[in-house]
């Protein structure tokens, strides 16, 4: 079992920046790649970005690729998610998930979810 725990969620007016953090215990997290998701009122849940056990590869979303980064530190038990240049189309609940064999872009891949952290881009 994994326990995953998200935090740094909040108010942001457009343009701005917010860190994400989501806090692992349980297992081994190096075991895990990670993956941010969201889900805005009214729709799906949606891919963000997903990160390897080591931290050396990524895949971000078109929606959110070069205004958002993914970092982990494996000695911390943490991954992180920088959101930088930030829209009103960004608001959602962030969460983050951890699969325990092969990652990708769909919810299934995942094992493991936290319980969302809201974000709030103000126009």
């Known amino acids: 079992q994994v326990h995953l725990v998200e935090s740094g969620g909040g108010l942001v007016q457009a343009g701005g920046s917010l860190r994400v953090s989501c806090a692992a215990s349980?297992?081994?997290?190096?075991?895990?790649?990670m993956g941010w998701f969201r889900q805005a009122p009214g729709k799906d849940r949606e891919f963000v970005v997903s990160i390897s056990r080591s931290g050396g590869n990524t895949y971000y979303a078109d929606s959110v690729k070069g205004r958002f980064t993914i970092s982990r530190d494996n000695a911390k038990n943490t991954v992180y998610l920088q959101m930088n240049s930030l829209k009103p189309e960004d608001t959602a609940v962030y969460y983050c998930?951890?699969?325990?064999?092969?990652?990708?872009?769909?919810?299934?891949?995942?094992?493991?979810w936290g319980q969302g952290t809201q974000v709030t881009v103000s126009a």
């Open positions: 349980g297992r081994t997290f190096s075991n895990y790649a």
């Open positions: 998930a951890a699969a325990l064999n092969g990652y990708g872009t769909k919810n299934y891949k995942y094992d493991y």
